[in-house]
């Protein structure tokens, strides 16, 4: 398959003679008062060894983290779990007590969860919080042992300066120092198992690899890795043996490279057929499909399609920069200060995709705040819509009008949105600015659900109970409400498993084809950027080190970070040219 792409390396588990971590047969999960007490997981079957990494994927839902959670005895208090066999390190694990749990998890097994700013506790210090496991497992420590054990597992995960990070909470750490933070926690006692459940979602691509290079060390040292991910690119690279799951059944398994080249199940080949790539561009990618004639071609449906961008400019940010020293803003001039963003230009014509990417700490978001009017720059100005928007002397007062105008999805609408609203209200709230009548709201609110898939249904649900693909799509409905001229998406398909963000991509090129509104793109996933932008900027240490054509900075990258983000991209592509 010309587009299917894998990963080259000899699995670490060939030929494996070594110590069985985990072995599960026939594994069924329920709950009595969920699918009417019917399985969530059924029959699976699990085998990890040392040194191996098994890969579970699958869509949102379909069981994979339930799955990982019974074997260190998290599936649940009221879990129902049956099994032909159910063992953890050789032992019948569905005899266990809660004490032989407690010894389970972090001694034996170590946890890597998602959202580490969830996970790690916000009232203790990163130091504290490590130092608990090795506490509780690597006992007979002295205090000052058990410090320089911290330090040295947080250096091994590449956090740059352990002493001091060691005594930060995690609201002061980045999104990629507070995922190492995770990990340094759940492997600080030498666990035999790694279980790491999406541990590189919405990481940028050189912290990916970081954290990815920290479990290839665990793999060669001898330890088991469980991999729960929706990136297929991240599972190429890494997995040994891969198992998809399917609304709660397994579809497909095997070994990485035969799962992945050659698909007996026709939900694994949609999977594969809906990652964007360099010629998935202006392409439906849920519509993808395999040619059965030979197997080889992925044939996709087109985008409507939408006007070249040579319009008018609808945004220009000149020479913004942003400094702070001591937690505060500073001025232009002191050569002390931190430089969050630095001289930075960049502009955005109607109907446009410009793309920005870059590590975490690179400055996209400090550029999305300025655009957005969230932050103001310590130098240069942007415009918008041919008017100054922000910088020197613009206030809040001077951009309400045109606020309804630009507009803003978010990575995580959960966080976004108020919990006590529900979806007719947070419509509602898009289109205040038109000030119409109630009824008027009700019909236009109905017209936005359909316009992303959705219906009439929604208006009455609250967001806690939707999908991620769900609220993303209220996300976009409430953003297209005002008929934006340019709509900021910051890493919007980023947490999204792979068919739902090909659904939500598909959704964002239909409506911008029908508006001719322009994005402002940000993404730290270079496939989905190289899919949907016509421009892409590149940002480093908050400066601007490319810029250019996608085709062409992509193809021929000229600055020496490019071509290192571009390597460092475990994208399915990548791992078919490292073969």
């Known amino acids: 398959m010309s587009e299917i792409l894998t990963s080259s390396a000899t699995p670490a588990s060939a030929h494996l003679t070594g110590r069985t971590l985990v072995d599960v047969r026939g594994l069924s ?61 050789g032992r019948a694990a569905l005899e266990f007590r809660e004490r032989d749990w407690r010894a389970v998890r972090g001694g034996f097994a170590g946890l890597v969860m998602q959202d580490a700013l969830v996970s790690l506790d ?153 990652q964007p790539d360099a010629h998935s561009r202006g392409y439906r990618l849920s519509s993808a499909r395999f040619v059965e004639e030979d197997g080889s071609a992925v044939v996709r449906e087109p985008l409507p399609a939408r006007e070249r961008a040579v319009g008018s400019v609808v945004l220009r940010a000149q020479g913004i920069g942003k400094r702070y020293a001591g937690g505060k803003v500073a001025p232009a001039h002191d050569a002390n200060a931190f430089v969050a963003l630095d001289d930075v230009s960049f502009e955005v014509r109607e109907g446009e995709v410009l793309g920005i990417v870059g ?122 409400a005002s008929e934006p001229a340019l709509i900021v998406c910051d890493e919007p398909v980023s947490a999204l498993d792979v068919y739902v963000q090909a659904q939500v991509l598909d959704l964002l090129g239909e409506l911008q084809a029908r508006l001719g509104t322009a994005l402002l793109f940000i993404s730290h996933d270079l496939d989905v950027v190289q899919h949907v932008s016509d421009r892409v900027l590149v940002l480093k240490d908050g ?6 054509a996608t085709a062409e900075v992509f193809s021929a990258p000229q600055a020496d970070y490019t071509k290192l983000l571009l390597r460092s991209a475990p994208t399915l592509q990548t791992q078919r040219r490292a073969a």
């Open 122 to 274: 916000p009232l203790r210090t990163v130091g504290r919080e490590i130092g608990e496991t090795l506490a509780r497992h690597a006992k007979g420590q002295s205090r000052a042992q058990r410090a320089a054990a911290v330090h040295a597992v947080m250096r091994d995960v590449g956090i740059p300066e352990p002493e001091r990070r060691a005594a930060q909470y995690a609201h002061e750490l980045s999104g990629g120092l507070r995922q190492r933070a995770l990990i340094a926690s759940a492997i600080a006692a030498s666990p035999a198992l790694v279980i790491a459940d999406e541990p590189t979602t919405a990481l940028d691509v050189t912290v990916q690899a970081q954290v990815l290079a920290v479990l290839e060390a665990r793999l060669r040292a001898g330890v088991g890795v469980l991999l729960i991910s929706h990136d297929l690119g991240v599972v190429a690279g890494i997995a040994d043996r891969v198992i998809v799951m399917h609304r709660g059944d397994v579809v497909d398994s095997g070994a990485t490279r035969d799962v992945l080249e050659h698909p007996s199940h026709p939900y694994t080949r949609q999977l594969l057929a809906a």
């Open 543 to 548: 400066r601007a080190v490319e810029s250019g």
């Open 359 to 480: 590590e975490s700490g690179s400055g996209k978001s400090t550029s999305a705040n300025i655009v957005l009017g969230l932050l103001a720059p310590t130098s240069g100005s942007v415009e918008f819509l041919g008017q100054r928007w922000n910088g020197a002397g613009v206030s809040e007062t001077q951009r309400s009008q045109r606020r309804p105008l630009l507009r803003y999805i978010p990575q995580d609408p959960l966080s976004a949105f108020d919990p006590r609203h529900n979806v007719g209200r947070l419509l509602a709230d898009g289109l205040h600015a038109q000030r119409l009548e109630r009824r008027t709201v009700l019909k236009r609110s109905v017209t936005l659900l359909e316009q992303v898939g959705l219906d009439a249904s929604y208006l009455n649900r609250l967001p806690v109970s939707l999908s991620g693909g769900q609220r993303q799509r209220i996300a976009i409905a409430r953003a297209i």
């Open 29 to 89: 999960i329920g709950f009595a008062d969920v699918n009417g007490g019917g399985p969530l997981v059924r029959g699976v079957d699990l085998t990890i060894h040392a040194g191996e990494c098994v890969a579970l994927v699958g869509e949102s839902g379909s069981g994979k983290s339930l799955t990982a959670r019974s074997l260190i005895g998290l599936a649940g208090t009221h879990a129902r779990i049956d099994a032909q066999r159910f063992e953890i390190d």
